[in-house]
């Protein structure tokens, strides 16, 4: 481990992923699974542990605290790093409040993608850092310790002589491979790898791109540059992991697809030194095509995860997706030829759906071969272009960050279009040639023992959850949870 308990104070770092329940600590604290580590976090704490801070980090989806764990950690902390997300902003308040009534001398610093979208200096923390902070954080830390001048960090927000500044510019690395690879010993003992409840061991994350070239009208993340690792770099980190153990390999970043050569040269890597680890990608799926697939199967990929947010062509229109349905179909039907999983994201919710286009999306996945699904209900975040386009409109209040498709943003309300998204999800799961498809490919990447699983997770219905039963959700509508998404485990 590189946590050094005995460290002198003023070099005690508390990094704190927020929880998306209510109870932070204690007999009511609910777990939530968590296929990953917080890599944003993970990615902050490296330099910091190499500049010789001690470093613990506290993920408040999966560490069940008791009441006096949680002040007990606040407490022996110099400095505590928070990552900010729009649906869990009410609880980082009053972590902050925690923080200031407990440890008045510990530096709160924030800084992810809550910070990045609205660029807003969150309330009561000493400092809000915009952008991407792994190669300053260090840097920042020490200045503050000195009482130094921070004048010199790009993106920075803090309080100055009673007076507020925020430094001009932002914080963008733009040669990735100076970013030093995140150090998986300090979540070691957590309790990570979950997906339907089954746990995969020894699996890893691994983030290859940051940034993207695309403009989706619901994205938030928009006009962040998109850079890439060399393929070195990234197959440097893939020998670490797998020299560390790794079984399995997630690449979540959504655009490892989209530069077709790099990512030939990186499958090829992973073929030619016969690496024994099974990998789970992210891209766009109208990329794929039978050479690309059957590259992926040459170099173990088990499972594609993709988002074609809709099978209605006016709807991906609407989206401004730059893709068509065919090409969606083609694709999955060639990916399912070689084995491979796959699992997609779809949106319901957009203006112009009717039931028309509800039932279209049934009729589609009755006869394409995929394998898992996503039904989310679209959600209108701040500065995403839909949301800014509906405040504007008057359907949004400018103090409403966060808010599901609902009467006023659709043909439907919130109520209706969770009755849908029940009933899409079930018909794609209760389907007996999808559940055959899944016994035989299930079976064949992990063993005959997941047969079992898989009958727990229908059985138990669990397979039937909803996206938002994962994280709960700060919008308009509260639901008990909020969709998954690797930009949750950003802390830049």
């Given at each position: 481990m590189y946590e050094n308990n005995n460290i002198l104070a003023g070099k005690r770092v508390l990094m704190l992923f927020p929880p998306f329940f209510p109870h932070f600590y204690g007999e009511k604290w609910r777990k939530s699974e968590s296929i990953f580590p917080p890599l944003g976090l993970l990615y902050i704490a490296t330099p910091l542990v190499k500049a010789g801070y001690s470093v613990k980090i506290i993920d408040l989806q999966?560490?069940?605290?008791?009441?006096?764990?949680?002040?007990?950690?606040?407490?022996?902390?110099?400095?505590?790093?928070?990552?900010?997300?729009?649906?869990?902003?009410?609880?980082?308040?009053?972590?902050?409040h925690d923080i200031k009534s407990t440890n008045t001398k510990a530096k709160i610093i924030c800084g992810g993608p809550y910070c990045n979208e609205t660029k807003k200096h969150i309330e009561n923390a000493d400092y809000t850092l915009f952008g991407e902070a792994d190669q300053v954080i260090a840097n920042v830390l020490q200045l503050i310790s000195e009482n130094e001048s921070l004048t010199g960090i790009p993106g920075l927000c803090y309080e100055e002589n009673g007076r507020r500044t925020q430094n001009s510019g932002i914080l963008i690395p733009e040669n990735l491979d100076d970013v030093d690879p995140p150090l998986f010993d300090l979540v070691e003992n957590k309790n990570y790898g979950y997906v339907y409840g089954i746990r995969l061991k020894n699996l890893y994350p691994l983030i290859t791109t940051r940034g993207c070239p695309f403009s989706c009208k619901f994205c938030t993340f928009q006009n962040v540059k998109y850079r890439e690792r060399s393929v070195e770099n990234v197959t440097d980190e893939i020998k670490l992991r797998v020299d560390s153990g790794a079984k399995y390999l997630v690449i979540c970043d959504d655009n490892f697809l989209l530069n077709r050569h790099r990512v030939f040269s990186i499958f090829d890597y992973i073929i030619k030194n016969k690496l024994k680890i099974k990998i789970i990608i992210q891209g766009r799926i109208d990329i794929l095509d039978y050479e690309l697939c059957k590259k992926m199967k040459q170099a173990n990929v088990i499972m594609l995860i993709f988002g074609i947010e809709n099978v209605n062509q006016d709807v991906l229109n609407y989206y401004n997706k730059k893709t068509d349905v065919e090409k969606i179909r083609k694709a999955i039907e060639i990916i399912n030829s070689f084995g491979i999983l796959t699992t997609s994201g779809i949106i319901i919710g957009s203006p112009i759906e009717d039931y028309a286009h509800f039932k279209n999306i049934i009729e589609f996945f009755k006869t394409v071969p995929q394998d898992f699904i996503n039904v989310n209900i679209l959600r209108y975040q701040y500065p995403s272009p839909l949301w800014i386009k509906a405040n504007a409109e008057g359907l949004i209040n400018d103090d409403e960050k966060f808010v599901y498709a609902n009467e006023k943003l659709s043909k439907f309300s919130f109520e209706e279009l969770l009755a849908i998204q029940r009933k899409i999800i079930r018909s794609f799961f209760n389907n007996p040639k999808r559940i055959i498809r899944l016994i035989y490919k299930l079976s064949r990447h992990f063993g005959p023992v997941i047969i079992v699983k898989l009958i727990i997770i229908y059985t138990s219905k669990s397979i039937y959850r909803p996206p938002q039963d994962f994280h709960k959700a700060s919008g308009k509508h509260q639901v008990s949870n909020e969709n998954s998404n690797p930009e949750q485990n950003q802390f830049y």
């Open positions: 999966v560490d069940c605290l008791s009441k006096q764990q949680y002040f007990e950690h606040i407490k022996n902390s110099d400095f505590v790093l928070i990552s900010c997300f729009t649906f869990a902003i009410d609880n980082i308040l009053k972590i902050i």
